[in-house]
């Protein structure tokens, strides 16, 4: 089953940017598709971005425009650009995707925290 890590993650101002990455060597390039998703205290884990492996992409409302998915085969790593930051983006930040011929997620990694505080 496909490993995934997830870095990036820190302390920002509002307003602020920081750029996550998730890798799993060997498993990205060939996934089916990408996605990031954020969990806060108490919640489930909610969907935030994704992109296929055709490059095609998907925001939740609340970050469209200010995020930006994408992938780089060469590394076999995912990205998630962030931008514009806002309080409310505060969560932990995992990666997942659909890989093999069953489209089976991964396991989740220990995810990476994004603070946006003042």
């Known amino acids: 089953q496909v490993q995934l890590v997830e870095s990036g993650g820190g302390l920002v101002q509002p307003g602020g940017s920081l750029k996550l990455s998730c890798a799993a060597p060997g498993s990205i390039v060939v996934a089916h598709a990408m996605s990031w998703y954020r969990q806060t205290p108490g919640n489930d884990r909610d969907l935030v971005a994704t992109i296929t492996n055709s490059g095609r992409t998907e925001y939740v409302d609340s970050v469209k425009g200010r995020f930006t998915i994408s992938f780089n085969n060469a590394k076999d790593t995912v990205y998630l650009q962030m931008n514009n930051l806002k309080p409310d983006d505060t969560a932990v930040y995992y990666c997942?995707?659909?890989?093999?011929?069953?489209?089976?997620?991964?396991?989740w990694g220990q995810g990476t925290q994004v603070t946006v505080s003042s």
């Open positions: 997942n995707g659909a890989f093999g011929s069953d489209y089976a997620p991964g396991l």
